[in-house]
């Protein structure tokens, strides 16, 4: 398993292994990071050359680009701070190759980059639902695997705590959307942490959760956890690990008392408040509303 450094994530607001439907995050074998909402620039999280680039039809959506770009780069692992989680004569770091997706690049085979450099600008391509917000999607790959699968990607961790935010489900709209409302609860100062230091929303238990849930069907922790685990979270059961991973129980998420397709889950080192995914809703800015969570024999699954 590749850990990926502080002085990579630190560049960015937000991360998740899990939150997507697609099979590329499958065991969090993939890491999206999110940037400002006001800035366009996608910085590289990865040092070294550049492979490749190409351009790939996207799924026709109207809020969406028509494009998606693959951006394939040699990597640098000790310029990148890469460590290897493993049996050291399995060590992938030489000859490891980054995936990056939804950027159209401003750099071609041959530039070389560093931590930080701009490769072009983000896209929202067909590939996002309406409530995601501009990301870089990172993945890595040996150099003799197939770069253009959509599986393949070696597991990646993260070199960071993630400090778990208690909630008691309550909250008040800060921000509307046509698919989604942000609340301003929990925020990252009910876990007593430092400025730039990682929260992310914790179960009953203490465990930070990560990924849509329940619309996406599975999720993961970002905290240490025993294999086998039963969590719950506002009183209910969402799950049990396995490993990392957390297949989610059949449950529904309500937003007093009305059925909503679920909450998207990351790490954040600015200001946090839960994001529930909501088509359709009638909220407005300054609602105080009230989210549970009740088993279901038919769950919202988007994926």
């Known amino acids: 398993m590749l850990r990926l450094p502080r002085s990579m994530l630190s560049r960015f607001e937000r991360f ?24 366009p620039v996608a910085r590289s999280p990865v040092a070294g050359v550049v492979r490749e680039t190409r351009t790939v039809r996207a799924p026709d959506k109207p809020y969406a680009h028509d494009d998606e770009y693959l951006v394939l780069v040699d990597v640098d692992a000790e310029a990148t701070g890469l460590d290897w989680l493993g049996d050291a004569v399995d060590d992938p770091r030489d000859g490891l190759v980054a995936r990056i ?3 159209r690049p401003d750099v071609a085979a041959g530039d070389e980059v560093a931590v930080g450099d701009s490769l072009g ?43 778990p935010l208690d909630w008691d489900g309550t909250g008040t709209v800060v921000e509307t959307a046509e698919t989604f409302v942000v609340l301003d609860a ?3 100062a009910d876990a007593g942490v430092g400025p730039d230091e ?34 719950s979270l506002l009183g209910e059961r969402v799950g049990r690990t396995a490993g990392r991973d957390v297949p989610w129980a059949d449950f529904d998420v309500l937003v007093d008392g009305i059925r909503v397709a679920g909450m998207s889950l990351f790490a954040s080192r600015t200001d946090f408040g839960t994001k529930v995914v909501c088509p359709g809703h009638d909220l407005a800015v300054g609602d105080e509303v009230s989210v549970a969570i009740r088993p279901s024999d038919d769950p919202v699954r988007l994926d």
């Open 16 to 39: 998740s292994l899990y939150n997507s439907p697609y099979p590329a995050h499958d065991g969090g074998c993939a890491i999206d990071l999110y940037v400002a909402a006001d800035d």
């Open 101 to 103: 997706l939804h950027v």
């Open 121 to 163: 600008r983000l896209v929202r391509s067909g590939f996002f639902a309406p409530w995601v917000a501009n990301h870089v999607h990172l993945g890595f790959r040996p150099a003799d695997a197939n770069q253009h699968r959509a599986r393949g990607s070696l597991p990646v961790s993260t070199d960071v705590t993630v400090s």
């Open 186 to 188: 929990p925020t990252r």
């Open 198 to 231: 990682f929260v992310g929303l914790g179960s009953d238990e203490g465990v930070v959760l990560d990924g849509g849930l329940a619309h996406y069907g599975f999720g993961g922790t970002l905290s240490p956890v025993a294999d086998g685990q039963s969590l």
